[in-house]
């Protein structure tokens, strides 16, 4: 037994500092940013539909102070079936399959430019509350960030270039 003593305790020691590393890696994964280095966004904000079963608008800025371009490739927000990512110029509203933001560039979603359409929307999202946008790049990094959820209020189609648009094609 007196010979075991010194291997027991080798085994414990080597044990014992694993599992010190195990959670030293657990807690510098869990203190690790979620977002993609450089990268900032703010306000972000979706306009709830006026009527349950139409698209929501979702609104935000995105910055990318980092030193090298990134392109956005997809949405997502909590609670939407579907996310898409659009553009209207001239008054004609089109997917944006993806976007690149060069470095020091600030672009804006907004109502009546870059803005995300979000599709068939739990009923747990409602007005004064929050969920969750996530954007994709195209490297497979992530940034996301709170959206508050908002009252149709301002309805869309009374920006410019927004009125009588027809957005049931995009709700499948």
């Given at each position: 037994?007196?010979r075991l003593a ?129 954007l994709t790049f ?21 920006i410019e270039g ?11």
């Amino acid at each position: 037994m007196k010979r075991l003593a010194p291997l027991l305790l080798a085994i414990s020691i080597t044990a014992l500092a694993a599992c010190g590393q195990q959670a030293s890696k657990d807690s510098a994964a869990e203190s690790a940013p979620e977002a993609k280095p450089g990268l900032a966004v703010t306000g972000a904000e979706l306009v709830l539909p006026a009527v349950k079963g139409n698209p929501a608008g979702g609104y935000f800025t995105l910055v990318n102070n980092s030193d090298k371009p990134v392109t956005l490739a997809a949405v997502s927000i909590d609670g939407a079936a579907k996310a898409e990512m659009h553009e209207t110029k001239g008054g004609t509203m089109a997917p944006l399959a993806n976007l690149e933001i060069k470095p020091g560039e600030t672009v804006k979603f907004e109502r009546g430019g870059k803005h995300v359409m979000a599709f068939d929307l739990d009923a747990k999202l409602t007005a004064g509350g929050n969920s969750e946008l996530t954007l994709t790049f195209a490297d497979g990094d992530k940034v996301s960030a709170p959206i508050k959820l908002a009252a149709a209020g301002a309805a869309m189609e009374h920006i410019e270039g927004m009125e009588g648009m027809d957005h049931s094609e995009h709700s499948n």
